[in-house]
T-cell receptor, first 110, second 112 residues
């Protein structure tokens, strides 16, 4: 089983749609969780950290479910500029490592 | 300021060349990282430096040699690379372990 699993997509959605991605992780000792966004041929950029209580940043909402070991990202009112690959990232306690999922590709069309 | 800079942006080198990639951050971060990324794959960790000391080497071949001259700088020395080493090389930094990492724009390396 992969350490961090994501549906690779692509998710094709029209502008204005709401889209959700899930990600599962295998290590129950994981402590920190993040969503990164990566545009084609660019570096990953931190989108948001994911907290136990859930958190929201504008159109983006992240949730963590420790019992089921998954995190989610909800994007409301999708924009063309949201088209990118979204990487689910998990850091393990005691390690200076980030474990990356393979990414979920989102395509928002007019 | 969450900027990590990397030079050069692009590099083409032959298999017998020696070159170096450079990374710099001025955020006061104590951990710095090198990643390798191939097309359509996630970044793959190569090395971690913590407080200027190498703390993780992910079994990277010796033709890649990291160096951390000070807390703001990270180098990756390249020698006798293979064509399959062609990739995007990303540098990142973080305040400490468990914290979010900030990536530089990367160096796109082509080995001919």
């Amino acid at each position: 089983r992969k350490e961090v699993e994501q549906d690779p997509g692509p998710f094709n959605v029209p502008e204005g749609a709401t889209v959700a991605f899930n990600c599962t992780y295998s290590n129950s000792a994981s402590q920190s969780f993040f969503w990164y966004r990566q545009d084609c041929r660019k570096e990953p950029k931190l989108l948001m950290s994911v907290y136990s209580s859930g958190n929201e940043d504008g159109r983006f909402t992240a949730q963590l479910n420790r019992a089921s070991q998954y995190i989610s990202l909800l994007i409301r009112d999708s924009k063309l500029s949201d088209s990118a690959t979204y990487l689910c990232v998990v850091n393990e306690r005691g390690f200076q490592k980030l474990v990356f999922g393979t990414g979920t590709r989102l395509l928002v069309s007019p | 300021d969450t900027e990590v800079t990397q030079t050069p942006k692009h590099l083409v080198m032959g298999m017998t060349n020696k070159k170096s990639l450079k990374c710099e951050q001025h955020m006061g971060h104590r951990a710095m990282y090198w990643y390798k990324q191939k097309a359509k794959k996630p970044p793959e960790l190569m090395f971690v430096y913590s407080y200027e000391k190498l703390s993780i080497n992910e079994s990277v071949p010796s033709r890649f040699s990291p160096e951390c001259p000070n807390s703001s700088l990270l180098n990756l020395h390249l020698h006798a690379l293979q064509p399959e080493d062609s990739a995007l090389y990303l540098c990142a930094s973080s305040q400490g372990s468990g914290n979010e990492q900030y990536f530089g724009p990367g160096t796109r390396l082509t080995v001919t």
